[in-house]
């Protein structure tokens, strides 16, 4: 198993010509995967002019280590299972930039990394995967630049919970269903089975993605949270996604959990939490939670974003969309965007808010959020919720669910609504169930229905 294989040792060459310790180190492991590293010894450092990892091979840079990289880093093809893993040690390139092609940094836990760093074709930016609970996720801050491109990737894929019925938002039955977490997941083709609550944070995610039923399912979604003090150029892929197995009866696990914190955004790459594929009559997984905070710009550059239920070929197995939480330099504190859309896959399964787990506890003040539901996403509220604005697509449904929705502005397919107090039916049929939505004035609003600028007319019910 992962952990009883041993890692590799060290083999160091130095030819005539290299210089005193200007050799070629090489970890080769045979291509025995492990979750072992070959080891820099406590409190030690190692300047490496020319690292050589392969088969398996990775380096270990722990607490209180340093690895100082003054030369190239060379591998086999294998990136997943080669390169260098952080565990909250120091990595440096010596301030002439970090370059990964065809290698992993492997960065679990709470690391930071003082250099630019670029991510070619082949090369990722990863954490180690995890089994029946959360142990493996990242934390990084890079001190510099991100670049990405086409081909390379910060990925999380399949590295969350990877075991049936495991996780926060596994399913209760044994039943075919997909893993939840800021959707929920699809149940079997034929509706049976009970899927497990949605959970965790819209502005701060963390945890990673919940496990499907039945005997296998796909693993899901890890969690990210990157912190880049200066600038994120996307060409390539920025994934907590699940896997895309569609074995058997396999059930689609969650997406994970993505939170990234940049100067700015450019480029066309892609940034997801979607939800597993299934097999056969299983159900996909619910999408994930991604949020993005821009401290230096406006503009998203041609980044698209993704928080997607599973496919499936009914309603009754999609996955429900997960939310995408997007905040600019110009946007106060908590006054961002919260998208809701599921690539009109629609779904049996609806996204919750608040989530219906109790654990973590729910925290998110969403009083100033601007929410968007787009693309055939169902909105369930399980309690008394505040929006600055609500903006609904033709196909997409609010339920109430019995809770009163508090907001500044209202609009649905187009159509602005009035201040006043609305009941089930005033909407039209896309806001369902049973309890209310009230539109409030602005306080400036207020101030001048107060002095008689704006009509009374206004605060009536819309006909």
């Keep these: 198993t992962d952990g009883r294989t041993g890692a590799a040792g060290t083999v160091y060459l130095e030819m005539a010509g290299d210089g005193a310790g200007n050799g070629q180190l090489i970890i080769d492991n045979g291509d025995r995967f492990t ?19 392969r088969n398996a091979g990775t380096l270990g840079v722990a607490s209180g280590e340093t690895l100082i990289l003054t030369g190239p880093v060379s591998t086999d093809s294998d990136s997943a299972t080669d390169g260098i893993r952080l565990r909250g040690g120091t990595l440096s390139a010596g301030g ?13 836990g709470t690391n930071s990394v003082s250099e630019d760093i670029t991510v070619k074709s082949g090369g990722a930016i990863t954490h180690f995967y995890n089994t029946t609970s959360q142990v493996h996720t990242m934390d990084l801050t890079i001190d510099g630049d991100l670049t990405v491109e086409n081909g390379g990737a910060v990925t999380a894929v399949g590295k969350g919970i990877s075991q049936k019925y495991y996780g926060i938002g596994a ?19 034929s509706g049976s089975g009970v899927v497990g609550p949605t959970y965790g944070s819209v502005l701060a995610p963390t945890g990673i993605g919940s496990g499907g039923g039945n005997d296998v399912t796909t693993p899901a979604g890890g969690a990210i949270h990157l912190t880049v003090l200066g600038d994120v150029v996307l060409d390539g892929t920025l994934s907590a996604s699940s896997g895309t197995d569609t074995n058997g009866y396999r059930c689609g696990g969650s997406g994970g959990s993505l939170w990234l914190v940049a100067e700015t955004l450019s480029g066309g790459g892609t940034i997801s939490a979607n939800g597993g ?12 939670r991604m949020a993005v905070y821009l401290t230096a710009s406006d503009s998203f550059g041609g980044v698209k974003f993704e928080a997607f239920g599973g496919p499936a070929g009914s309603a009754s197995q999609r996955g429900a969309a997960g939310t995408i939480y997007r905040e600019t330099v110009s946007d106060d504190a908590g006054a961002g965007d919260l998208i809701i859309r599921n690539f009109d896959r629609i779904a049996q399964g609806v996204t919750h808010l608040p989530p219906t787990s109790p654990t973590p506890a729910w925290g998110d003040d969403l009083s100033l ?15 008394d919720l505040v929006f ?34 609305y009941d089930e039916g005033d909407l039209g049929d896309q806001v369902i169930g049973a309890g209310t939505v009230e539109v409030i004035p602005e306080p400036t609003a207020v101030l001048l229905l107060a002095l008689g600028v704006l009509p009374l007319a206004r605060r009536g019910r819309r006909a």
């Design 35 to 53: 979750e072992m590293t070959t080891a820099i010894p406590d409190g030690g450092t190692w300047t490496v002019p020319d690292l050589l990892v």
């Design 388 to 421: 600055a604005a609500l903006d609904m697509e033709s196909g997409t449904v609010l339920d109430l669910g019995g809770f009163d929705l508090e907001l500044r502005v209202l609009t649905i397919n187009g159509v602005s609504y009035g201040f006043g107090v």
């Design 96 to 108: 002439a930039g970090l370059t990964i092609e065809n290698w992993s940094l492997t960065a679990d």
């Design 277 to 288: 594929d299934q097999g056969s009559t299983s159900g996909a997984g619910g999408g994930g």
């Design 369 to 383: 959020v601007s929410a968007f539901l787009t693309d055939g996403a169902k909105l369930t509220l399980t309690d």
């Design 171 to 189: 399913p209760t039955s044994t039943l075919r269903a997909g893993g939840s977490y800021g959707g929920q997941g699809g149940t079997s083709e």
